[in-house]
């Protein structure tokens, strides 16, 4: 992903399958707010803060739907960072369209597979005639209810990145390619910020999504640039990735670690010509796998 929450300023909360949790700062103060919002739904405090942290742990299921899901086709998951407007899981598939589906679909996958069971338990709440019995906890069942479907429909809104633009991307993907796929989910996105933004004079959590979805769409546009020039450029037809055997592109798409320049790390034999810095090995372009250099 291109511009996400990272852990600075977050709390790590527990370590599961591998797995880093952690909890943004920022949190807590929109958890206030947002309690006290819901506290007219209830006649007690406990129920609203039960239901918004309920919220958050829909999130994290859903988040730990993408981890697992990438560890599965073989890639890369390790962190979840919760935050105010939700969760990201950062995941590191191998770059192949199945892969990268897989690993975005699972997350909606988990709300599916959690509505019909939420749904079950309201409706019999319901017949048990627990809305007058025991309204607090049929108000509680309900809004989870609406959590879970209202989650799994936002998500799947075809805009980058959510996990709906991301899905789109990966099927255009089988199409049209890698970085053409990645060009149009980016620009659906610019298009539907346009949109949003047209809801959010008066909705300011509305405008801070606009806001993140505006720099993710402008990281997807360029990444999407650099992989084009990628695809266009010449090959070290001396060397392959020992993974998917493709030659790496000729052409100064590495940045060196220590200088932050631009170099061509494999005509180069990974030293940086700039700093001096060496590297044993690189990632392939193609793939996402690294490997020692020389191959």
């Known amino acids: 992903m291109a511009m996400t929450p990272s852990r600075k300023g977050s709390i790590h909360l527990f370590r599961v399958w591998q797995v880093d949790v952690y909890l943004h700062w920022s949190w807590f103060l929109v958890a206030i707010v947002q309690i006290e919002y819901l506290r007219d739904r209830y006649t007690t405090l406990v129920w609203p803060v039960f239901e918004y942290a309920s919220l958050f742990v829909i999130v994290l299921m859903h988040e730990f739907g993408h981890a697992l899901a990438c ?3 073989g890639g890369k998951a390790d962190q979840i960072v919760l935050w105010p407007l939700g969760g990201v899981a950062f995941v590191d598939p191998p770059q192949r369209p199945g892969a990268m589906l897989w690993s975005i679909a699972a997350g909606p996958l988990v709300n599916v597979a959690l509505f019909p069971l939420l749904l079950v338990i309201c409706l019999t709440g319901s017949s048990l005639g627990w809305a007058q019995d025991r309204p607090d906890l049929f108000q509680y069942l309900v809004s989870l209810c609406f959590i879970d479907g209202g989650l799994l429909a936002f998500n799947l809104l ?5 996990d709906g633009g991301q899905i789109l991307r990966s099927l255009l ?10 060009m149009i989910s980016s620009t659906i996105g610019f298009i539907a910020v346009g949109l949003l933004l047209i809801f959010a004079i008066r909705t300011p959590w509305l405008i801070i999504m606009g806001a993140f979805v505006l720099m993710n769409c402008w990281g997807g546009l360029r990444q999407a640039r650099v992989l084009a020039r990628m695809e266009a450029a010449p090959k070290h037809l001396d060397q392959a990735c020992p993974y998917c055997h493709t030659p790496p592109p000729a052409g100064d798409f590495w940045t060196c670690a220590r200088c932050r320049q631009a170099f061509d790390i494999y ?4 030293v940086c010509p700039h700093c001096g810095a060496q590297y044993a090995q690189a990632r392939c372009a193609e793939c996402g796998q690294f490997y020692d250099l020389g191959h």
């Open 71 to 73: 560890r599965s086709v």
């Open 158 to 162: 075809p805009i980058y990145p959510l």
């Open 173 to 182: 993907w089988y199409g049209v390619g890698r970085a053409r796929s990645l």
């Open 267 to 270: 005509g180069a034999h990974g």
